[in-house]
Each structure stands twice: as C-alpha cells, then as structure tokens.
DNA sequence: CCTTTTTATTAACCACTGTTCAATTAAATC
DNA sequence: GATTTAATTGAACAGTGGTTAATAAAAAGG
C-alpha cells in the first residue's frame, strides 16, 4: 500500500527546503515536526527522509541557501555606477530590503536559536558578515575602524530584527527605513 | 504514595519563575518541559501546576516581572544628579547593561517567539516602551521627532540582542558598548 | 489531639516527536 | 516486456509533552 508519484509531482529538496522555510519561521523549529512538514507538501513525513538524513539536515542546508543569496545581493553593488557614499547608502538600505523582503530567510539566519541546531558551524554567517564588512570599509575608504563597522551592522540588524516579526512590506516601512539609515550614515561621517 | 518536605524547602513561585527563566533562555520554550522545570527545582511536575494553571501562565507571569524590572531602572534615572546629555548617555548605557546583564530577562521580553505565547498581550512592553522613549525626548529637550527614538531604540535593541546570546560580561563588552551608544549620541546630536 | 487546609507526589491519559525500515510501486534501463 | 533502480509509503519504536485526578503528608487552627 505505497506508491510513487508521477514524474512531473516528484518531491525535490527545494520543495522540501520552501515548505520547511514558511513553516520554521511561523512555528519555530521545535514547533514544526517532519511530520507537520511533509503534510504540507502533500507526501508521507517518510519521503523527506529520503531527500535529508534529518530534520537538522533540513535546517542547515535551508540556511546556507540563504546565506549565498545574501552572498549574491551585496555582490550586485559592484555593478552599480555610484560614488562610494551613494554605494554605501545602498548597501544599508539593501541590508534592510533584503531582512524585510525576505523575512523568513532572516529570521532563520539570524533569529531562531535552538541546542539541537547550534551544532552547526558558523562558517556561512560569518563569510557573509565578512563580505558585508568589507564592502562597508571600502565604501569609507577605508577610514573606519572595525568596532564602527560592527556597530554599524548592530543598528541594522536591529531594525531589520523588529520589522521581520511583523507583516509590514519594505513599501510601507521604506521611509522609516530612509530615516534610520540617515541616522547611521549621519553616524559615520565627518560633516 | 505521595510526600511533602518540612518547611523550610516550600516551593514559591518566585523559585519556580526563577529557574524557569534560565532554562527557557537556554533552551527555548519549547525545549524546556513543566517536568524539566521541575526536575531542575527537586520538585515534581504536578507541584508547579499547583502555583501556576499552565505553562503559558508561567511564562507570562515571569515575562510581567521582567518589564516591572526594566521599568524601575529607567526611573533610577531621575535621582541623578547630571546634566541631560549625561542622563541620556546613562539611558542608552543603561540600556545596555540591562541586556547583556539581565541576559535571560531581555531573551524572554523580547527574542523569544512562540504561537502558544503571542496570544499574551503587549501592554507591559509597550508601557515600558513608551516610558523609555518619553525619557529620551526629556533629555534632548523635546527636539528629537518620533519616528527618530524609535530608530535609536532600534539600534540599541540590536546591541543587546547580539550580546545576549553570548557569555560575555557587560564589563567584558563595556568598551564596544561605549563605541556603540558614541555613534548612536553622534547621529542625533547635531555638532 | 483532631480536623481542615495547604502543598506535593504519582500514575495515568492522550497526543505528538524524530527516526527507521520493510513493503510497495512507478519510472528508467535494458 | 522484463528487470532494475529510485522514490514513496505507513507501521512501528521509543520516547517526550502538557495536563488532570486521586492521594497523602505537613502545617495551621481549634
């Protein structure tokens, strides 16, 4: 009494990963069973055994998806012809874009903690906090020291970390983001 | 087949609320069961039900101490004996301090999230809120616009919700604290 | 001392968990 | 068309969860 799907339904490890996703972040990872998981996709909770040896398994491989993307969009700022306090202006208020628009990807990058998970090494976020610092510094020529840029990206991850929990889209806060990175940039430069 | 201890061991609520605190910081809420709670105390589970009808009751009643707790230290503020921009350095510093000193409270006030809990009502944080940023407007002599103490309240939640998940002391982080509240004073200041 | 009240224990209920695995079937290969 | 391989199922295992109810001991009141 089991069966297999025709081609055009068979279940994918993306499938699984955007499933997981929406339900890690609404629910929380102990909230959210295989088993919860799998009835959302329509299958048995054993087939998504087939596809990740565990439900960490599952986790982790759905985080660094989201951690290369985030990768992707800072890297996009190299193709923009800007002066560098206009690139840096970007990259700030890309930083609360990307948290905003993506809140479920932010919120398991950042926000969700859990002892069963905090086995998973840190090398994914801190590649990409690696990336983001550096862009800031170049952007700066290079005048700020590197607590500052730390700083910087604590004021962010704030903002981002509030408005993630909420429905709002990046439209409708777009103009308290705009004062909030004024505030930081207004920060950081000499006047 | 049951028991009960002398006196002097009598189970509070306070004791319960307290070990409570340090494991669902730990653990998350989910993580941490009545029976761990309990096993924790030297208890057994049916004795919380006795102090508190549910865990969701337990949590909410730990939370409500919270707030009360932060709501007396920004009232220590009035007792100083400093000019306004030296008070409003002590409310951003002290902000701090709470956090990353009160690790498990800040944890429980504000990071952790869970669907059995939300159903709990936000007056207490935001009456805390409100009483932090009518201090803040106090001390810059009501220049600073609205939607401006609310970034600066963002920024600094973005501070303590890193630090909090960390071992560090506040003493430990004083100097990055110090950098931090700097650049905050420094973007609503003007020269 | 006896009764009442307060507190604590324990078993029991039922729903749910991650994970494994033999059984099964559809698709792919020959 | 037969065989192999890949994918899926659902039962089973061995827990854990919150909560309740019956029960018993300590403390308080008389």
């Known amino acids: ?34 088993r919860k998981i799998a009835k959302s996709l329509g299958y048995s909770h054993g087939a998504i055994y087939y596809h990740f040896t565990s439900k960490a398994d599952l986790f982790t491989a759905m985080v660094d998806q989201d951690f290369a993307m985030i990768n992707k969009e800072i890297d996009k700022l190299d ?38 998970i905090n086995s998973y090494d840190m090398e994914s976020p801190i590649k990409s906090y690696q990336k983001f610092a550096a862009k800031i510094a170049e952007f ?3 005048q700020l020291p590197v607590p500052v840029i730390w700083s910087v990206f604590l004021m962010l991850h704030g903002f981002v970390a509030q408005y993630c929990r909420t429905d709002q889209s990046f439209e409708n806060i777009k103009s308290m983001a705009d004062i909030h990175v004024d505030l930081i940039l207004r920060s950081i430069t000499k006047d």
Chains 1, 2 share one sequence.
Not at 94 to 115: A, C, P, S, W
């Open 79 to 116: 193709q923009l012809e800007l002066s560098n306090k206009e690139k840096l202006r970007e990259l700030l208020l890309g930083y609360i874009q990307f948290g905003v628009t993506y809140k479920n990807h932010y919120e398991v990058m950042f926000l969700i903690r859990d002892k069963e």
């Open 140 to 142: 700066t020529n290079n």
């Open 1 to 34: 009494m089991a069966a297999r799907r025709a081609v055009e339904k068979e279940l994918t490890q993306q499938m699984i990963i955007d499933v997981a996703h929406e339900l890690f972040v609404e629910e929380g990872y102990q909230n959210v069973s295989m």
